[in-house]
């Protein structure tokens, strides 16, 4: 069954820095991954979509990487801002229990940019 | 296009009551989630549905939730008879042969 982690939980960095956000899956074999936006009392924004077979895709400030083989997928945002601050969660597209295609999602990192 | 549309956003009702949750997909997409986020175990997919069939249900908690999808632009979440842990954010997501998934604004429901 495929789990998903991401860390840290919780980050609170100054305006301007540099940040990483980590998620980690248990099963490699995956179709793609995901990375979404929360901001409170709202829906998730889709930000990235990395397919299997790509290594990383990048828009604007943000970029993903992924390493299929280690499970692990990185989001990078630059020159964080105020408006960066919201939840993001990583989501694994793969093959369920069924056999059939499913996403499990993290639990989310809670950023916070102070300005 | 605008986006996935759910319905109510908000509601209130007493337990034993009967819940229908109503979603609009993004015209074109061929998939459909039904997801469910708490404080306690973030979100759950409940079922998903391909060309308006379900294709997992082995989300959905127990008999008490049903879904269905009658046609390629709308899809119900019901819940009946409602209990107070069934209190959360229902999302409905809509997507093109599995690629990005687009996410509705939820329907916050609270039992009492």
């Known amino acids: 069954k495929q789990e998903v982690t991401q860390i840290p939980a919780a980050l609170s960095v100054p305006e301007g820095e540099n940040l990483v956000l980590n998620c980690s899956f248990t099963?490699?074999?995956?179709?793609?991954l995901q990375w979404f936006r929360q901001d409170p009392g709202k829906g998730l924004t889709s930000l990235l979509l990395?397919?299997?077979?790509?290594r990383e895709q990048t828009s604007g400030r943000l970029n993903a990487s992924l390493d299929k083989s280690s499970g692990r997928s990185t989001l990078y945002i630059a020159a964080s801002q105020p408006g960066d601050s919201a939840t993001y969660l990583c989501?694994?597209?793969?093959?369920?229990?069924?056999?059939?295609?499913?996403?499990?999602f993290g639990s989310g990192t809670r950023l916070q940019v102070q300005p | 296009d605008a986006g996935v549309i759910q319905s109510p956003r908000h509601e209130v009702t007493e337990m034993g009551q009967e819940v229908t949750l109503r979603c609009k997909p993004i015209?074109?997409?061929?998939?459909l989630f039904w997801y469910r986020q708490t404080m306690m175990r973030g979100l759950e997919l409940l079922i998903y549905?391909?060309?308006?069939?379900?294709?997992?249900d082995s989300g959905m908690p127990e008999d008490r939730f049903s879904a269905k999808m009658p046609n390629a632009s709308f899809s119900t979440l019901k819940i009946q008879p409602s209990e107070p842990r069934d209190s959360a954010v229902y999302f409905c997501?809509?997507?093109?042969?599995?690629?990005?998934?687009?996410f509705g604004e939820g329907s916050w429901l609270t039992v009492v």
């Open positions: 989501a694994v597209s793969s093959p369920g229990d069924t056999g059939r295609r499913a996403l499990t």
């Open positions: 099963d490699s074999a995956i179709y793609n």
């Open positions: 549905f391909n060309n308006n069939v379900p294709i997992d």
């Open positions: 015209s074109g997409h061929d998939y």
């Open positions: 990395i397919q299997s077979s790509q």
């Open positions: 997501a809509s997507s093109a042969s599995g690629n990005t998934i687009y």
